[in-house]
């Protein structure tokens, strides 16, 4: 089963940025949706930013929640298998443990809809503390 790494967390104050990392252990060639979802201190995890990586690995949807779009952006890593999260003008309550996750043979639709039921493999997390 493939594994999820993420790397990149640390602590900024409000206004910078930070780049997250999602290294899966064994690529994935298309058809998968993956996600970062965040859990505030106290909070509920929710569902960030979602990418669907189509037939043949082109195609890519990229999905955003209110509270990220225009600021988060997902690119493509290092390597064939890393996926980034660029995290600009970063606000207090973007603190958060934030991870990412795999859903295998999902749609786009259901990608975007960020449901955590849908993803299969996670990872163990990376903190982002932001101060004001």
């Known amino acids: 089963q493939v594994q999820l790494v993420e790397s990149g967390g640390g602590s900024v104050q409000a206004g910078g940025s930070l780049r997250l990392s999602c290294a899966a252990s064994?690529?994935?060639?298309?058809?998968?949706?993956v996600g970062w979802f965040r859990q505030p201190p106290g909070k509920e995890r929710e569902g960030v930013a979602s990418?669907?990586?189509?037939?043949?690995?082109?195609?890519?949807?990229?999905y955003y929640a209110d509270a990220v779009k225009g600021r988060f952006t997902f690119s493509q890593g290092n390597t064939k298998n890393t996926i980034d999260l660029q995290m600009s003008s970063l606000k207090p309550e973007d603190t958060a443990m934030y991870y990412c996750?795999?859903?295998?043979?999902?749609?786009?639709?259901?990608?975007?809809?960020?449901?955590?039921?849908?993803?299969?493999?996670w990872g163990r997390g990376t903190q982002v503390t932001v101060s004001s």
């Open positions: 990418v669907y990586i189509g037939f043949g690995g082109s195609d890519n949807i990229t």
């Open positions: 064994a690529l994935t060639y298309s058809m998968y949706c």
């Open positions: 996750a795999q859903a295998l043979f999902l749609t786009g639709a259901r990608c975007e809809r960020r449901v955590s039921g849908d993803f299969d493999t």
